[in-house]
Protein backbone atom coordinates (compact mmCIF):
# COMPACT_ATOMS: atom_id res chain seq x y z
CA UNK A 1 0.00 0.00 0.00
CA UNK A 2 3.21 2.10 0.35
CA UNK A 3 2.87 2.71 -3.70
CA UNK A 4 -1.00 3.87 -3.12
CA UNK A 5 -0.66 5.98 -0.12
CA UNK A 6 3.11 6.84 -0.64
CA UNK A 7 3.21 10.04 -3.08
CA UNK A 8 1.25 12.15 -1.29
CA UNK A 9 3.73 11.62 2.06
CA UNK A 10 6.95 11.99 -0.89
CA UNK A 11 5.33 15.22 -2.78
CA UNK A 12 4.86 17.00 0.92
CA UNK A 13 8.64 15.84 1.78
CA UNK A 14 10.20 17.53 -1.53
CA UNK A 15 7.46 20.75 -1.32
CA UNK A 16 8.41 21.60 2.44
CA UNK A 17 10.81 23.68 3.61
CA UNK A 18 14.54 22.96 4.17
CA UNK A 19 14.20 23.03 8.49
CA UNK A 20 10.88 20.94 7.87
CA UNK A 21 12.41 18.82 5.29
CA UNK A 22 15.87 18.23 7.63
CA UNK A 23 13.32 17.42 11.10
CA UNK A 24 11.89 14.66 8.75
CA UNK A 25 14.91 13.29 7.27
CA UNK A 26 16.53 13.75 10.91
CA UNK A 27 13.52 11.71 12.26
CA UNK A 28 13.48 8.52 9.38
CA UNK A 29 17.07 8.15 10.27
CA UNK A 30 15.62 6.85 13.54
CA UNK A 31 13.56 4.29 13.06
CA UNK A 32 14.30 1.19 11.19
CA UNK A 33 11.98 1.78 8.18
CA UNK A 34 9.20 -0.66 8.83
CA UNK A 35 5.68 0.24 8.88
CA UNK A 36 3.94 0.95 12.55
CA UNK A 37 1.42 -1.45 13.69
CA UNK A 38 -1.30 1.45 14.13
CA UNK A 39 -1.24 2.07 10.51
CA UNK A 40 -1.18 -1.18 9.43
CA UNK A 41 -4.16 -1.92 11.56
CA UNK A 42 -5.67 1.27 10.30
CA UNK A 43 -5.27 -0.26 6.52
CA UNK A 44 -6.54 -3.49 7.54
CA UNK A 45 -9.72 -1.94 8.70
CA UNK A 46 -10.17 -0.15 5.85
CA UNK A 47 -9.58 -2.68 3.36
CA UNK A 48 -11.56 -4.94 5.01
CA UNK A 49 -14.78 -2.47 5.62
CA UNK A 50 -17.69 -3.11 3.49
CA UNK A 51 -18.68 0.68 3.67
CA UNK A 52 -15.00 1.67 2.19
CA UNK A 53 -14.96 -1.06 -0.13
CA UNK A 54 -18.17 -0.11 -1.52
CA UNK A 55 -16.89 3.58 -1.64
CA UNK A 56 -13.45 2.28 -4.02
CA UNK A 57 -15.87 0.82 -5.81
CA UNK A 58 -17.73 3.75 -6.81
CA UNK A 59 -14.69 5.78 -7.44
CA UNK A 60 -13.45 3.06 -9.67
CA UNK A 61 -16.99 3.25 -11.68
CA UNK A 62 -16.96 7.03 -11.53
CA UNK A 63 -13.49 6.83 -13.06
CA UNK A 64 -14.60 4.47 -15.90
CA UNK A 65 -17.71 6.62 -16.68
CA UNK A 66 -15.12 9.92 -17.08
CA UNK A 67 -12.09 8.34 -18.69
CA UNK A 68 -14.38 6.94 -21.59
CA UNK A 69 -16.81 10.18 -21.86
CA UNK A 70 -13.00 12.06 -22.30
CA UNK A 71 -11.87 9.30 -24.76
CA UNK A 72 -15.11 9.43 -26.51
CA UNK A 73 -15.08 13.42 -27.25
CA UNK A 74 -11.52 13.78 -27.22
CA UNK A 75 -11.72 10.90 -30.10
CA UNK A 76 -15.15 13.14 -31.73
CA UNK A 77 -12.13 15.92 -32.27
CA UNK A 78 -9.55 13.73 -34.02
CA UNK A 79 -7.48 13.71 -30.94
CA UNK A 80 -5.69 10.32 -30.55
CA UNK A 81 -5.76 9.01 -26.72
CA UNK A 82 -5.57 5.92 -25.12
CA UNK A 83 -6.27 4.19 -21.81
CA UNK A 84 -7.97 1.04 -21.38
CA UNK A 85 -8.49 1.59 -17.49
CA UNK A 86 -6.88 3.53 -14.72
CA UNK A 87 -7.31 7.14 -13.33
CA UNK A 88 -5.48 9.18 -16.57
CA UNK A 89 -5.37 9.54 -20.44
CA UNK A 90 -2.55 9.37 -22.44
CA UNK A 91 -2.17 11.76 -25.12
CA UNK A 92 0.73 11.75 -27.78
CA UNK A 93 1.49 15.34 -28.20
CA UNK A 94 4.37 16.54 -30.35
CA UNK A 95 5.16 19.61 -27.83
CA UNK A 96 4.48 18.71 -23.87
CA UNK A 97 5.50 22.04 -22.56
CA UNK A 98 3.66 23.92 -25.44
CA UNK A 99 0.09 21.87 -24.76
CA UNK A 100 0.73 21.85 -20.68
CA UNK A 101 0.93 25.63 -21.02
CA UNK A 102 -1.90 25.90 -23.80
CA UNK A 103 -4.23 24.29 -21.40
CA UNK A 104 -2.90 26.61 -18.63
CA UNK A 105 -4.31 29.05 -20.18
CA UNK A 106 -7.71 27.73 -20.41
CA UNK A 107 -7.57 27.17 -17.08
CA UNK A 108 -6.28 23.10 -17.20
CA UNK A 109 -4.30 21.70 -15.52
CA UNK A 110 -2.40 18.50 -17.18
CA UNK A 111 1.33 16.86 -16.79
CA UNK A 112 3.71 16.64 -18.89
CA UNK A 113 4.60 13.11 -20.28
CA UNK A 114 8.56 12.96 -19.57
CA UNK A 115 8.52 11.65 -15.97
CA UNK A 116 5.83 8.65 -16.80
CA UNK A 117 7.54 7.75 -20.27
CA UNK A 118 10.47 6.03 -20.26
CA UNK A 119 10.57 5.13 -23.94
CA UNK A 120 7.97 5.73 -25.49
CA UNK A 121 6.79 9.43 -27.71
CA UNK A 122 5.66 13.21 -25.87
CA UNK A 123 2.81 12.96 -24.81
CA UNK A 124 0.57 14.52 -21.93
CA UNK A 125 -1.65 12.69 -18.85
CA UNK A 126 -5.07 13.61 -18.09
CA UNK A 127 -5.98 12.70 -14.64
CA UNK A 128 -9.75 11.82 -15.30
CA UNK A 129 -11.07 12.02 -11.40
CA UNK A 130 -11.54 15.81 -12.33
CA UNK A 131 -13.76 16.59 -15.23
CA UNK A 132 -17.51 15.89 -15.08
CA UNK A 133 -18.71 13.95 -18.18
CA UNK A 134 -20.08 16.83 -19.65
CA UNK A 135 -16.91 18.70 -18.85
CA UNK A 136 -15.49 16.64 -21.27
CA UNK A 137 -16.50 18.32 -24.23
CA UNK A 138 -15.22 21.35 -23.23
CA UNK A 139 -11.87 20.03 -22.24
CA UNK A 140 -11.25 18.45 -25.54
CA UNK A 141 -12.60 21.77 -27.55
CA UNK A 142 -9.96 22.92 -25.48
CA UNK A 143 -7.54 20.38 -26.03
CA UNK A 144 -7.92 20.60 -29.54
CA UNK A 145 -7.66 24.20 -29.59
CA UNK A 146 -4.83 23.54 -28.10
CA UNK A 147 -2.55 21.08 -30.50
CA UNK A 148 -3.98 23.54 -33.13
CA UNK A 149 -1.91 26.54 -31.91
CA UNK A 150 1.01 24.70 -30.71
CA UNK A 151 1.28 22.90 -34.46
CA UNK A 152 1.33 26.68 -35.82
CA UNK A 153 3.59 27.94 -33.36
CA UNK A 154 6.17 25.09 -32.98
CA UNK A 155 5.96 24.16 -36.50
CA UNK A 156 4.37 20.50 -35.88
Request: proline residues 4%.
Amino acid sequence: MSTFLGPDLRRAAAACDPLTRARHDGRMLLTSGRVSHLPQEVLHGMLTDDGTRALVARAGETCTVRRAALLRELGARDVRAYRASGMNVWVPVRDESAVVNGLRSYGWWVAAGARFRPASDAGVRIGTAGPEPGGAARLASDFAAVLGESEATYGG
